[in-house]
């Protein structure tokens, strides 16, 4: 079975670019969740995605952003980049039959870099 | 808002030694889960701890739920070089979002 799929894994861009990020989950996953991980602050929760709809979402401003499609897989966007938002970027997805106790299989993780 | 509080922030053992990383809540946990990243690496999930006073062992890692369900610690006996990484606790006490900790550092010095 084919784990969780994030792309592209490595991108570089400037203050005030955007960029979208990629995430496959695992096959029959409908949650999707979203993380940015900098060193010292851990997990920060961004949002997190069940069948296209998103069910709750994290403390961070409106340039950050996502969606997810028909086929769970979602994306996330980030606007008007600012250089505090390099960060490794993680995506997680579960099974999540609406108990919310399923564990969380991460991708390898988008770095972004912001010059 | 729910805070979760991971210490120490950072550790450092001689092979062999054991490690201890406690998660603290102000907010009683209803689930905890342990995490563990290698450097370079994912998350990967270890355990998910659900009754008070829970206690669960895997090989050399101990794992305990406080009998309040406001704490929690992971126990690593006899550390081997294989052992080192970060280690996160997680809980899903509100709504559909994890709160982790802010992990423990695990060096083992050979």
């Known amino acids: 079975k084919a784990g969780v799929t994030q792309t592209p894994r490595y991108l570089i861009k400037t203050r005030g670019q955007q960029v979208t990020l990629s995430c496959s989950p695992i096959?029959?996953?409908?949650?999707v969740s979203w993380y940015q991980q900098t060193p010292g602050q851990g997990l920060q929760f961004l949002f997190e995605?069940?069948?296209?709809?998103?069910?709750n979402k994290g403390n961070f401003p409106g340039r950050f952003s996502g969606r997810q499609f028909s086929n769970s897989r979602s994306e996330m966007n980030v606007s008007t980049l600012e250089l505090g938002d390099s960060a490794l970027y993680l995506c997680?997805?579960?099974?999540?039959?609406?108990?919310?106790?399923?564990?969380?299989?991460f991708g390898e993780g988008s770095r972004l870099t912001v010059l | 808002g729910q805070q979760v509080m991971q210490i120490p922030q950072y550790q450092h053992v001689q092979e062999g030694e054991d490690f201890t990383t406690y998660c603290n809540s102000s907010?009683?946990?209803?689930?905890i889960q342990w995490y563990k990243q290698r450097p370079g690496g994912h998350p990967v999930f270890l355990i998910q701890?659900?009754?008070?006073?829970e206690v669960k062992k895997q090989k050399r890692l101990t794992f305990q739920f406080g009998e309040a369900k406001k704490n929690s610690s992971l126990h690593i006996t006899a550390t081997q070089t294989t052992d080192v990484g970060t280690y996160f606790c997680?809980?899903?006490?509100?709504?559909?979002?994890?709160?982790f900790g802010t992990g423990t550092s695990l060096t083992v010095i050979p």
């Open positions: 995605y069940f069948s296209e709809t998103q069910r």
């Open positions: 997680a997805s579960s099974l999540d039959g609406g108990t919310r106790t399923g564990e969380l299989f």
């Open positions: 096959s029959g996953h409908r949650s």
């Open positions: 907010t009683t946990l209803s689930n």
């Open positions: 997680a809980d899903t006490n509100t709504g559909n979002q994890f709160y």
């Open positions: 701890l659900v009754k008070s006073g």
